[in-house]
Every structure is written in C-alpha cells, then in structure tokens.
C-alpha cells in the first residue's frame, strides 16, 4: 500500500465548492482549510419572506393565544422567521425541533424545546420517536411551519395519526446564481469537489452547471439529499453517513485517503486536526 507522510494534510490541493454563505458557510470553509483544502464559498440558495405573510401572521398570532398544543420547527431558518416576527410561544404550547442545530437555534432565540428526536434530522425520525403523537393518541393541535418547497410528509404523518395540523409557509427557498469565475472553474475540473447539502442545493448545482466533469467529486449529505440530487439529473460520488457538515467533509476526506492509497476511516468518524464540527442546517 502507498503511505502519504501524515504531515501532508488529506485535502491539499483541493479545490471545495461550499455551496452556502454565511456563519454556515465561514465555518465549514475553516473545517476544509484545517484539512488542506482551498474552500470556494459560493452562495447558490438564500431564502425569503413567504408570498402569503397573510397567513403566517395570523398563524403566529394564535400560537401567541395559545391556539395550538405543539409548534414543530423543522430548520433554523424557520428561527429566524420567529424571531424577527417577535414571535411569541406560551408556556401552553410545546415545541417539537427536528435535531440538535436547530434546537440549539431555538434556545439561543429565546424559545423553549420539549423535544427533539434521536439518530436523524428529518420528518421520519420525529414521526418515529414522537411518543405523544403515535396513532391513537389524544389528538394534538399542531402548527407545523416549513418551507416552501418542503415536503408535507410530517402534516401527512400527523394528520394521519389523528392530530389536527396547520401548515403554513414560514419562508421560500430561492436560487442564487454563481459567478461566471466559479462556473468556469466547475466546467474545467479545477473544481475538485462540490458540497451538496439539500435538494435546493441540487437542484442549482444541475441547472447551472450541467454535466459535472468525471474528476470532479460531487458529495451529498445524506441518502435524502442524495436521492434528490440523483432525480435532479447529477452524478453522485459520495454520501455522508450523517446529515451535519462534519460528516460531509468526512466524506470527502476519505475519498481524498482513498484516491491517495490510505485507509478511509472505518466507523465512527473521529475528529481530524482543525476541526470545529460545525453542524448544517436540517433540510426537510
């Protein structure tokens, strides 16, 4: 087997597409430096006011007079949505977050957590953990805020089981178009790996890049993730075992380790030198 002198960090030399800005995107741009690797900050999703504001006031007004028993909150962008609302929960109401980064939004927001689900950030597994929402329980009301281009499979699952669901549109999701700079070096190769963190982020990456160069890694977050991005017509290289960025980055180190002749971390996914483990948003 060939050794690489450990000296020689996993990612020199790659070029890493980070698809989103912000706190997020400095933070895993500073996880890929500590790896070697040159980070390309390269905004292509944002988000904004929902077109029915209509509705989410009036929804936020009940859940501030206690309409409702539970709120789920589902990403903590769905946060930021709250807190410029000035939003108020009562101490009547109990919220239901969809994992640790966006509970950990909440409580920095002000705002209460009763529950958060173990193993994955998504619909499925708060269905699966919710133990005062399994199918003949007392019927719950529930505001259940998502975004525009979320899947209702958590108002389906509920309304299923018997609770009563309102469905509003916190915010959209809206594409971001890259420089022609970052577009040139994608078509080139030059680009060594493109960071994949949500449907949204697939859906860009496809229509503004096209066909991905074969020596380009194309690395999705997660199987959710994964699937979307396959149905939005893009190759996909590699899937982190974790929906967070620090599996993510995992990922694509271990390919790196493998392109290089080195055994890939085999379970557990240690911390490497550098790294903060700064957790992505939960996509839903």
């Known amino acids: 087997m060939t050794t690489v002198s450990r000296s020689v960090k996993p990612l020199s030399g790659w070029r890493v597409l980070v698809p989103r800005g912000g706190p997020w995107g400095d933070r895993v741009a500073a996880d890929l430096r500590g790896q070697g690797a040159y980070p390309v900050i390269a905004p292509m999703i944002n988000f904004a006011h929902t077109q029915d504001t209509a509705t989410l006031d009036r929804a936020l007004t009940a859940l501030a007079e206690g309409a409702f028993d539970w709120m789920t909150v589902t990403s903590a962008t769905t946060v930021d949505v709250l807190t410029s609302h000035q939003a108020i929960v009562p101490p009547t109401t109990r919220v239901a977050a969809v994992g640790e980064t966006t509970a950990a939004a909440l409580t920095a927001a002000g705002f209460p957590v009763d529950f958060v689900p173990t193993g994955d950030n998504s619909a499925d597994a708060l269905l699966r953990d919710w133990e005062e929402m399994r199918a003949g329980s007392t019927p719950q009301r529930v505001l259940a805020l998502r975004s525009e281009i979320a899947k209702p499979l958590l108002t389906e699952g509920l309304r299923s089981r018997g609770h009563l669901v309102e469905s509003v549109v916190a915010y959209r999701t809206v594409g971001v178009p890259v420089s022609d700079s970052v577009r040139a070096d994608v078509a080139s190769g030059r680009v060594r790996a493109i960071l994949v963190t949500s449907g949204s982020v697939a859906d860009q990456v496809a229509e503004q890049f096209g066909t991905i ?72």
């Open 213 to 284: 160069p074969e020596e380009t890694l194309v690395a999705c977050i997660g199987p959710r993730t994964a699937k979307d991005a396959r149905a939005a017509g893009l190759r996909v290289d590699v899937v982190a075992r974790h929906q967070s960025s620090t599996s993510l980055i995992h990922a694509v180190v271990d390919a790196a380790m493998g392109e290089k002749g080195e055994e890939p971390h085999p379970t557990g996914e240690p911390p490497l030198d550098g790294w903060s483990g700064a957790d992505d948003r939960e996509s839903m």
